[in-house]
């Protein structure tokens, strides 16, 4: 079953309007428990509790508030909020086209493809191979649930894909980092062996070949209670030894890691 529109409108660049529908990227395959009395294994409720009055409150008498100084808030009212939002105009608006090795990775928040509407097929294999040809990627905002997004557009084997973007001021300044090191010395002898390692170990990217090994350990273990097997606890694992002679952790490495892809290649 193909994934359900999240939001439909247009991308817009100069004069140009490509009809589109965004559809999420991305299936998270995340374990979820639920917390339970242990006395009777029922559902735990969360109540809207006053620590000051140590009463239930109903939801009609809980206003929102932004606490500015320690125990002091400012109450904003709904309609005040609602007097903020942007103005959903259905379009991403492409305000300038960039390299994408120019954005670093720590920028990309949440990914959607976005899929062609209707007759819009034309203009859209447009945009999406010239990005590819170009190797750019479209810098954007819109709007979506009164919240107004920016945005990264670009095209992977014909299909447009936009990632929302995290602003510069949420993220983390590399200077701001107490990075013990930075400074060190290395010798090209220690340089080239590593980039030797990096090369060994070098393959081309496959996601299908990871696998999230905990979720299914996870899962196993749910099937097997279910079933009634009593549960053995593993022993912690040790901790890895600290590294005395780095070049001869380095050498080591290299040789096994040769080693596997020649076994890897035999098969």
Request: proline share 5%; hydrophobic share 40%.
């Amino acid at each position: 079953m193909p994934p359900r529109s999240l939001w439909s409108g247009a991308i817009s660049f100069g004069l140009v309007n490509v009809p589109v529908k965004m559809v999420t990227a991305v299936s998270q395959k995340d374990v979820r428990f639920n917390q339970l009395h242990v006395k009777d294994n029922s559902r735990i409720q969360q109540k809207r509790f006053c620590a000051e009055e140590g009463i239930e409150i109903p939801f009609e008498e809980i206003v929102k508030g932004y606490e500015v100084r320690p125990g002091q808030y400012v109450i904003i009212e709904p309609e005040e909020l609602d007097g903020l939002d942007p103005e959903a105009t259905h379009t991403i608006d492409i305000l300038e086209f960039v390299d994408l090795d120019q954005i670093d990775p720590v920028y990309f928040d949440h990914p959607y493809y976005l899929v062609p509407d209707r007759r819009a097929e034309k203009p859209y294999a447009l945009l999406a191979q010239s990005l590819e040809k170009a190797n750019k990627v479209g810098i954007a905002k819109f709007v979506m649930r009164t919240k107004e997004y920016l945005a990264a557009v670009r095209s992977s084997r014909g299909v447009l894909v936009l990632s929302t973007l995290l602003y510069g001021d949420e993220v983390i300044a590399l200077e701001t980092l107490e990075v013990p090191g930075l400074e060190t010395e290395l010798s090209e002898r220690e340089l080239k062996m590593a980039e030797a390692l990096i090369e060994s170990l070098t393959e081309k990217f496959d996601p299908e070949r990871h696998q999230d090994t905990y979720r299914e350990k996870v899962l196993d273990l749910i099937a097997r209670k279910d079933d009634g097997q009593e549960i053995v606890v593993q022993a912690e694992a040790e901790a890895p030894a600290k590294v005395e002679d780095l070049m001869a952790a380095l050498e080591a490495s290299v040789q096994a890691a040769r080693a596997k892809r020649a076994a890897a290649d035999e098969a």
